[in-house]
C-alpha cells in the first residue's frame, strides 16, 4: 500500500483488501491469545511429580548424587544468599 501510495497510485481495491487483511489479522491473533491463556491454564493445572528415586524431605534432606569438579576455596567465610540480603537491607 505505501509503494502504490508513494507511486502516485491509489486503488481503492488494494485499499479494501488491506483492510480487510488487517481486520482478519486482529481477528486471528485474539484467537490466538485465547488459546495461549487455555495452553496455560491448563499446564498450570499439571501436577509437578516428583521422581520415583527422589528422596521425600526438605532441602536439609538432600542426596548429591555425583559431583563435577572441586568446590570452590575461599579465603573467608561465605555468606548465606539470606545474610548478603539482610545485610543489603533486603
Known sequence: MGAARRGGGDDPEAADEARALGEEL???????????????????ALPNIAEEEAPEGGEDDAVELRRVGEPPRFAFEPRDHVEIGELLGG
Do not use: N, V
Request: aromatic share 0%; charged share 40%; glycine share 16%.
Open 26 to 44: 486482529g481477528a486471528l491473533e485474539s484467537g490466538l491469545r485465547e488459546l495461549e491463556e487455555r495452553r496455560d491454564a491448563g499446564l498450570l
